[in-house]
């Protein structure tokens, strides 16, 4: 998991641009992945290593954009990670509420390349530390990414967002005065 970790930061280091959401086309245009939208993609995406060893995804157009952006950022862990050899490719099926089969060889650790890339660390800390995010909804909206994504890469790192300070409670009645 080191070397996974290790090598998402150099990834990062070398093609991201320090904004979020992190610009996930940038890194694909910038690692030389051919990315294509495509309308007849019989599942999320497509994923293929030509025999001149050029990487080609073919994502569907139909995918939801926070979709898009996961199934890119896997695609590219698998890319990354050498999960395919020249001449292999490999579909990627995303369910609506980002669920993916894990019994699929290198899923799991692609899910967590993924998240690296969508989430760098220094920036998760950054939004929870300094800015102060206070809800999900405020990160989700920071990083393009679902909340269950948020919650993984939170717990990965140990970190918990703080909890909201509850409200004083204000009385009706006039206060007391010492007479």
Known sequence: ???M???AEGILKLHWDQTVPVNIAHIVKSMGVRLSLEDSVPCSARLSI???NQAQLQLSRQLPHLHQRYVVAHALAHVALHHLRPGMQRELHLSEDFRLDFGVPHNLEAN???L???MPEPALRYAVEQMQARSMAELEHVFAVPALFIKQRLSELGMELPR???RARRSTRPPVQDV
């Open 116 to 118: 690296r890339l969508l």
């Open 164 to 166: 909201a300070q509850p």
């Open 5 to 7: 970790a290790l090598l």
């Open 50 to 52: 030509t025999a001149g």
């Open 1 to 3: 998991m080191q070397h």
């Open 112 to 114: 967590d390349f993924a």
